[in-house]
């Protein structure tokens, strides 16, 4: 075969491949604008049905049969025999045939209570992303209630931890079995058990979180921090000032979240923190001070006391700057153009 | 030897080598196929509502780094905060802008100046100021001294305060579901995936190409931007989602990449010293987690998360395309260790060969190809029916390429119109006439600057933007 007959049988084949995808592109396009508009005709709000899937048809195939029929038929499935697939599909192999199911299972426990025991048990056994379980049985809440309990004990510190965060939505109830878990012997845990105990408004609550500040694991120290302010407020400020300056960026920065959350009535005490003997400490404090509005009042009153002075020494540079840019946008100071800090003026 | 003997050898080196990066990208486009249909079922079995809504799901920090910015940013952060995901902050980090990029964006998120702790994890250029939006307070604006993008991205890290970050670009628009879908392949495996980038649109203006952060319009009025599209939908669609299946995604583009924040921070953040700063973190990522022995993933998913600003004039594109050039010759002669090193495994052994032979050494056979039909040309010796046909088989080759990539877009995001379809295909032929020599023109520059050690960004003027309403 010589150069010009090999390069026409190339153009051929090369032309005709191009030729046919390009078609086969356009007329599945076609089809898909043709069911879109059929569809927005009958129903403009009805979202699109999932397209057919091509391995449906091959009976032999288990895993796309078991797909296929999870994508197409769960909306109104409640049969045994459905049951039946869909237990061999939380029990596959196949990751994706698991997920598959889980997400069926999500939409039948709107109607179905037996579907929220499966996913419970999704998530017992780890049939599939712990998250993606918990997103699931989240939105089932209250209904979910007391079948969390026997989680709570589960040998897996995930499972514990997704167990406890469920109960947030579960009421007072829900919170008082959280409170069990303060002291689980993992971290994850006892954040989660802070994180689920942060609007309760118990005493007993509050002196878990406060014992747990000296956790020695740093996330649950931040998380303690956090549900601290929520139930104490202004109250919890002197046990979390000194996490300002904790070893952790991560604790020192929720402990100043914290402290902002639970209002101006902090004022007092990170006024007195401005004299703690740990630079951080102090910076921190300035912080709370500026974040909760406490630095624009003095400036606006006008500061007789020092108090700004000492925020601005704590604070530091930047911190300051940005006091008199707002007092400035404010018009308590002399107006100006607006100083922004953009190259230009490096 | 004769002129003839150099010609025949040089059309024979071409052809091998047309041959051999043709396959690969045959393979790589069927790859492509079986892997969009594999997400498109994954994101129909997924419950993606339940996922925008859940607690559960971990917190993003978004970061921006911006440089004369101005015409663009304002659209891309407004697009960040219309993100449809439980919680995020987005974190804009102004590199000593000398436009007024910080005024237009206090002028449309209304900047407070304030003070905020950083964790210093990587050394950087001083912040001189931080500004909290009073619109939204999950925005945070740092204005810096100008160190280059990628010491403004460590600046944003050192202000993340969640687990992920996801960096992305200043010129580009979100689609809503942008963070949802990529986080939910995060947690499949929150283990072993480190990092995600997904698949980015072009347009001359973004902000008006994705309709209500969901409705896209492919372009398909300016041949520059069609071509520029199907060049992304080539590197997205049939590349780089086929390497994250071989475990050898190379290059998680900047405009949109996710990685676990503590990855980052023990490699030290983004390096300043590489002319962009994408590709080399990738390559940074593979090569420490293969000497540490450690399970890890980085991803593409085909998912379209954005649409980002696409050069409309021949100039800004060479620009462009010589920096991509420079940055990949840049970043795989400081990894060329890796090259055929089993220790690598699928990063050593085909990815980093891929790149030799599909970007690396692409522009001497552009160059040979060019030489060999000039010379053959002035000595009489070209069979000009024969090269007609080869270049008539390259073009459908590469339409071919180009609509395989089209279909698996199409059927991932059933996002364009018969219309604007009919119109790219149609435009497909005359590829190889009008974009590629401009995109061969760049890559020959691209090297020519590298060889002679030039590290410049050389930043192109922004496309003209509607007015936002």
Redo the contacts between chains.
């Keep these: 075969m010589d ?2 007959t090999a ?2 049988i ?2 051929a084949l ?2 005709g ?2 030729s046919l ?2 078609v ?3 007329v ?3 089809r ?2 043709r069911r879109k508009r059929a569809l927005a005709a009958a129903a403009p709000a009805v979202a699109l049905p ?1 397209e057919p ?1 091509r391995g449906y048809g091959w009976p032999d195939d288990e895993r796309e049969a078991t ?1 296929a029929f ?2 197409a038929n769960v909306p109104d499935t409640g049969e045994t025999e459905d049951q039946v697939l869909l237990r061999r599909a939380l029990a596959s192999r196949e ?2 045939v698991r ?2 199911a889980v ?1 069926a299972l ?2 039948l426990a709107d109607r179905h209570d037996w579907a929220i025991d499966w996913l419970i048990e999704a998530l017992a056994e780890g049939r599939d ?4 379980v ?3 049985l ?2 089932l809440a209250p209904r979910v209630g007391t079948r969390l309990v026997p989680l709570l004990g589960h040998p897996s510190s995930v499972v514990r931890f ?1 167990a406890v ?1 469920l109960l ?1 939505r579960h009421g007072e109830a829900g919170r008082r079995l959280a409170a069990g878990l303060v002291s689980d012997r993992s971290p994850n845990v006892r954040a989660a058990a802070l994180e689920t105990l942060r609007t309760v408004d118990s005493g007993e609550a509050l002196r878990s979180s406060l014992r747990l500040l000296d956790d020695p694991n740093a996330h649950v120290r931040a998380h303690a921090c956090r549900t601290a302010c929520s139930i104490g407020g202004a109250s919890a400020a002197p046990f979390v000032l000194p996490l300002l300056g904790d070893r952790s ?2 604790v ?2 929720a402990a ?1 979240q914290a402290l902002v959350s639970a209002g101006k009535d902090v004022a007092p005490a990170m006024l007195q923190a401005l004299e703690h003997r740990d630079e951080p400490v102090r ?2 404090a ?2 709370v001070l ?2 909760v509005g406490h630095v624009d009042e003095l400036l606006e009153r006008g500061d007789h006391t020092g108090a700004l002075e000492r925020i601005f020494a704590a ?2 540079e ?2 300051r ?3 008199s ?2 007092a400035r ?1 404010r018009g308590s100071l002399p107006a100006g153009p ?1 100083p ?5 003026d ?1 | 030897m004769s002129w003839s003997d150099a010609l025949h050898a040089s059309v024979l080196a071409c052809a091998v080598y047309l041959c051999l990066v043709y396959a690969s990208y045959l393979v790589l486009m069927a790859v492509g196929l079986v892997e969009g249909r594999r997400r498109r079922r994954q994101r129909r079995l997924e419950d993606l509502d339940a996922a925008a809504a859940s607690r559960f799901f971990p917190p993003v920090s978004v970061v921006v780094a911006a440089y004369n910015e101005a015409s663009a940013l304002p659209a891309a952060v407004r697009s960040l905060l219309d993100l449809e995901y439980p919680e995020f902050e987005v974190v804009v980090v102004d590199d000593g802008s000398t436009d007024d990029t910080l005024a237009r964006l206090d002028e449309v998120f209304d900047l407070v100046p304030v003070d905020v702790s950083s964790r210093d994890v990587v050394a950087t250029e001083p912040v001189r100021a931080f500004y909290r939006s009073g619109r939204d307070p999950r925005l945070l604006v740092a204005a810096k001294t100008g160190g280059g993008k990628a010491d403004a991205l460590n600046v944003g890290l050192n202000l993340a305060r969640h687990r992920y970050v996801c960096g992305v670009d200043a010129d580009t628009v979100f689609a809503r579901d942008a963070l949802g879908a990529t986080m939910q392949a995060f947690m499949r495996d929150p283990g072993t995936v480190v990092g995600i980038t997904s698949f980015v649109e072009i347009a001359e203006d973004p902000g008006a190409a994705l309709v209500g952060g969901v409705e896209y319009r492919l372009p398909d009025r300016r041949p520059l931007l069609v071509y520029q599209a199907l060049d992304y939908l080539r590197a997205f669609m049939n590349n780089r989602v086929a390497w994250s299946r071989f475990d050898f995604m190379l290059c998680a583009v900047g405009a949109f990449q996710i990685w676990r924040r503590d990855v980052l921070d023990e490699l030290g953040g983004w390096s300043r010293d590489y002319t962009c700063e994408d590709i080399e973190l990738t390559f940074r990522v593979h090569r420490h987690m293969r000497e540490q022995g450690r399970p890890y993933r980085v991803l593409c998913l085909p998912d379209r998360v954005g649409v980002t600003e696409g050069p409309d004039t021949v100039r800004k594109l060479v620009a462009q395309r010589e920096r991509w050039q420079r940055v990949i010759l840049e970043t795989w002669w400081s990894y060329r260790t890796m090259c055929f090193n089993p220790r690598y495994g699928s990063v050593g052994l085909v990815g980093m060969p891929f790149y030799l032979v599909s970007e690396i050494v692409a522009p001497v056979f552009e160059l040979l190809a060019v030489w060999t039909l000039v010379a053959g040309a002035a000595t009489g010796l070209v069979d000009w029916w024969l090269a007609g046909a080869v270049v008539l088989a390259i073009t459908f080759v590469n339409s071919l390429f180009s609509t395989g990539s089209l279909l698996i877009a199409d059927l991932e995001t059933g996002a364009y119109r018969t219309s604007a379809l009919i119109r790219v295909l149609a435009l497909m032929p005359l590829e190889i006439l009008v974009y590629r020599p401009i995109a061969s023109w760049a890559r020959v520059k691209g090297t020519w600057r590298f060889l002679r050690g030039d590290k410049a960004w050389h930043k192109f003027e922004r496309n003209a933007r509607a007015e936002a309403a």
């Design positions: 150069g010009r390069a026409a190339a153009c090369a032309g491949t191009w995808l390009a086969g592109a356009l599945r396009r076609g898909f604008s999932p899937v797909l999870l994508e990751p994706e997920r598959a997400t999500g939409k992303t712990p998250a993606r918990a997103s699931e989240d939105r997704y965060r947030a960026w991560a020192r920065d100043v910076s921190g300035a912080l500026q974040d604070g530091g930047r911190l700057t940005a006091a840019e707002r946008l607006r922004l800090a953009s190259g230009a490096a």
